[in-house]
Nanobody, 115 residues
Framework: QPVESGGGSVQPGGSLRLSCAAPGSISTIYTMSWHRQSPGKQREWVGLITSKNVTNYGDFARGRFTLTRKNNENMVYLDLNDLKPEDTAVYYC???????????WGQGTQVTVSS
């Protein structure tokens, strides 16, 4: 399963970089997707990056969050900028095999935005 890291506490307007280590080689076969879940709310989609580096984002993330991947390191990064208190959530990475659709969730990493 993928492994997330990089969460923490930050003040409003701050930035964080979340990392996701893929479960195997991501150079050609994985789409990596990020989701988040706040207490009492359903898990919501943040964005994804395909094996061809095509990205797409949820409306709240577009313009503030950026996905990148380094295939030689089997890593995907989610840069969170201009963070707001409503971005407080556990952020989850999901790896999706593009040929089969099989997927795997990470354990999540906590992001807290508070003054």
């Amino acid at each position: 399963q993928p492994v997330e890291s990089g969460g923490g506490s930050v003040q409003p307007g701050g930035s964080l970089r979340l990392s996701c280590a893929a479960p195997g080689s991501i150079s050609t076969i994985y789409t990596m997707s990020w989701h988040r879940q706040s207490p009492g709310k359903q898990r919501e989609w943040v964005g994804l990056i395909t094996s061809k580096n095509v990205t797409n984002y949820g409306d709240f993330a577009r313009g503030r969050f950026t996905l990148t991947r380094k295939n030689n390191e089997n890593m995907v990064y989610l840069d969170l900028n201009d963070l707001k208190p409503e971005d407080t959530a556990v952020y989850y990475c999901k790896s999706i095999l593009e040929d089969t659709g099989l997927f795997s969730w990470g354990q999540g990493t906590q992001v807290t935005v508070s003054s």
